[in-house]
């Protein structure tokens, strides 16, 4: 079974550019969250979607936004770079949510993004 | 605010002998823990997961255990290998219908030949 992917690998932007980061999920999860890396501050959960939906967002401007497909690849935008943004983003997949069950979270190898 | 604490950034281990990654946590919603492990230029992979209503779960030469009355949680690596050298992170769910993940800073554990 084909793990998480994600695209781009790497990218270059500069201070004011917008970007869009890519997440096929494994096949069958429907859940898609996505989460920030950078140093000294761990993962930082940005948001989570199922069916279409945003079901979950973390504390982040309102330049972080996101979709998810009907087929449920998801991707992310970031509008209005800044240096700060410059991270690792992490696309995680994973079956439905259910209220009072944990499931499993696979990772895919992130997009490292520099701002410049 | 930081919800889950890894105070210690980074640790160094004999091979053979045993690894003892520590955390933290504040919110005594948290009803379930998981360790993940990750390697550079990889997305973490799920190592140990606990619940809230166990206070020990094992899994081969890894354990985790949980002290819910101080809010800690630790995950013991016995014998540690070189190939376990990698940075663990220690997150924690609020149940509920979402898969959010709270995730601590990290601890970068190097294990010594």
């Known amino acids: 079974k084909a793990g998480v992917t994600q695209t781009p690998r790497y990218l270059i932007k500069t201070r004011g550019q917008q970007v869009t980061l890519s997440c096929s999920p494994i096949?069958?999860?429907?859940?898609v969250s996505w989460y920030q890396q950078t140093p000294g501050q761990g993962l930082q959960f940005l948001f989570e979607?199922?069916?279409?939906?945003?079901?979950n967002k973390g504390n982040f401007p309102g330049r972080f936004s996101g979709r998810q497909f009907s087929n449920s690849r998801s991707e992310m935008n970031v509008s209005t770079l800044e240096l700060g943004d410059s991270a690792l983003y992490l696309c995680?997949?994973?079956?439905?949510?259910?209220?009072?069950?944990?499931?499993?979270?696979?990772f895919g190898p992130g997009t490292r993004l520099t701002v410049l | 605010d930081q919800q889950v604490k890894q105070n210690s950034p980074s640790l160094s281990v004999q091979e053979g002998r045993i690894s003892i990654l520590n955390c933290d946590y504040t919110?005594?919603?948290?009803?379930?823990f998981l360790w993940y492990k990750k390697y550079p230029a990889e997305g973490p992979t799920f190592l140990i997961s606990?619940?809230?209503?166990?206070d020990k779960n094992e899994d081969g030469r890894f354990t985790v255990f949980l002290n819910k009355s101080a809010k800690h949680l630790s995950l013991h690596i016995v014998p540690s290998q070189p190939g376990d050298s990698a940075v663990y992170f220690c997150?924690?769910?609020?149940?509920?219908?979402?898969?959010?993940?709270?995730f601590g800073t990290g601890t970068l554990l190097a294990v010594q030949p």
């Open positions: 995680a997949s994973s079956l439905q949510p259910i209220g009072g069950s944990y499931n499993e979270q696979f």
């Open positions: 096949s069958g999860h429907r859940s």
């Open positions: 979607y199922f069916s279409e939906t945003q079901r």
């Open positions: 919110n005594s919603m948290f009803d379930y």
């Open positions: 606990i619940s809230s209503i166990k």
């Open positions: 997150a924690a769910s609020d149940g509920g219908a979402t898969n959010k993940l709270i």
